[in-house]
């Protein structure tokens, strides 16, 4: 009753389902994996920055270039604020309040810039009122303490991309935005002071770029779960196909054939009815 099993057709059938039902599985299984390493990665993150708060301020030098490892770590520069280039960087939030962060850039002992955020205002960078309340950076030499952040990208949180910025404002805190608006280098990292001045608030270190439990790591969970359903159809849907032939088989071995289909062959249908021919003569 199963010989259908061995016609070319049913060999495809069963190559494809013994290929595609372990493929599912391995795809599901690698995206949970992937899952569970962006969660080990966020709760270390987590640990190492509950450390880094804890741990003494490191030279600057000791801790560049910033990686996941040294992201969030408190570091100490040494230099002169450049009164001359303070910058506004709107549209950031903290608390859920709309602001600005208030950087000032370094001039280091080792010859490049450092950018530090000094603080957060609340309020509209546009605005002379809101603007007014920002204090002026010390002057003379001093020496600054903050936690080490990763240069941002435009893609990344609260960044406020593209142009339009009135002058003195920058949208994204990278070297490769300051680079054309001072004539110096700048380091590829910046801190966020764990001190501020005047009216302002400390910035709270943001997390490693990658490290966090963002969108991306939610989507290998709902990846994990399609491939899992994929693999689920496909064996549901040889299950129906077998069960199908499987009848057909057996009523086909009982001598039972299928009821052709209304209108098909061998059936006669309301244009084949036979016609009555009227009488010869008739009008």
Same mark, same amino acid.
């Given at each position: 009753?199963?010989?259908?099993?061995?016609?070319?057709?049913?060999?495809?059938i069963n190559v494809f389902t013994v290929v595609a039902i372990p493929f599912c599985l391995f795809m599901g299984s690698w995206q949970l994996g992937r899952f569970?390493?962006?969660?080990?990665?966020?709760?270390?993150?987590?640990?190492?920055?509950?450390?880094?708060?804890?741990?003494?301020?490191?030279?600057?030098?000791?801790?560049?270039?910033?990686?996941?490892?040294?992201?969030?770590?408190? %570091?100490?520069?040494?230099?002169?604020?450049?009164?001359?280039?303070?910058?506004?960087?709107?549209?950031?939030?903290?608390?859920?309040?709309?602001? *600005?962060?208030?950087?000032?850039?370094?001039?280091?002992?080792?010859?490049?810039?450092?950018?530090?955020?000094?603080?957060?205002?609340?309020?509209?960078?546009?605005?002379?009122?809101?603007?007014?309340?920002?204090?002026?950076?010390?002057?003379?030499?001093?020496?600054?303490?903050? %936690?080490?952040?990763?240069?941002?990208?435009?893609?990344?949180?609260?960044?406020?991309? !593209?142009?339009?910025?009135?002058?003195?404002?920058?949208?994204?805190?990278?070297? %490769?935005?300051?680079?054309?608006?001072?004539?110096? !280098?700048?380091?590829?990292?910046?801190?966020?002071?764990?001190?501020?001045?005047?009216?302002?608030?400390?910035?709270?270190?943001?997390?490693?770029?990658?490290? !966090?439990?963002?969108?991306?790591?939610?989507?290998?969970?709902?990846?994990?779960?399609?491939? *899992?359903? *994929?693999? !689920?159809?496909?064996?549901?849907?040889?299950?129906?196909? *077998?069960?199908?032939? %499987?009848?057909?088989?057996?009523?086909?071995?009982?001598?039972?054939?299928?009821?052709?289909?209304?209108?098909?062959?061998?059936?006669?249908?309301?244009?084949?009815?036979?016609?009555?021919?009227?009488?010869?003569?008739?009008?």
């Amino acid at each position: 009753m199963y010989r259908f099993l061995l016609t070319p057709r049913w060999w495809a059938i069963n190559v494809f389902t013994v290929v595609a039902i372990p493929f599912c599985l391995f795809m599901g299984s690698w995206q949970l994996g992937r899952f569970e390493t962006r969660v080990d990665s966020h709760r270390e993150q987590q640990t190492q920055a509950d450390d880094a708060r804890k741990a003494e301020a490191e030279p600057l030098r000791d801790l560049l270039p910033v990686t996941t490892e040294t992201s969030g770590r408190r %570091a100490t520069a040494s230099g002169r604020y450049d009164t001359e280039h303070q910058l506004l960087v709107p549209e950031r939030t903290l608390d859920d309040r709309q602001g *600005f962060y208030v950087l000032t850039l370094l001039r280091t002992d080792d010859g490049k810039a450092l950018p530090v955020v000094r603080g957060w205002l609340p309020g509209d960078a546009d605005s002379k009122a809101d603007t007014a309340k920002v204090p002026a950076p010390p002057t003379g030499h001093v020496t600054v303490t903050g %936690a080490l952040q990763s240069s941002e990208s435009p893609g990344s949180k609260g960044v406020r991309s !593209g142009g339009g910025l009135p002058r003195g404002q920058l949208g994204v805190i990278s070297a %490769a935005s300051l680079v054309n608006l001072v004539p110096y !280098g700048v380091h590829d990292a910046w801190i966020t002071a764990t001190e501020a001045d005047g009216a302002m608030t400390p910035v709270p270190p943001a997390a490693a770029p990658g490290s !966090g439990l963002d969108l991306k790591a939610f989507q290998n969970l709902g990846y994990t779960g399609e491939w *899992f359903v *994929f693999a !689920g159809f496909v064996l549901f849907m040889w299950a129906r196909l *077998f069960r199908r032939e %499987a009848e057909a088989a057996r009523d086909l071995a009982l001598g039972i054939t299928p009821e052709p289909a209304p209108g098909g062959p061998g059936q006669d249908g309301p244009d084949d009815a036979p016609q009555k021919r009227s009488p010869a003569g008739a009008a």
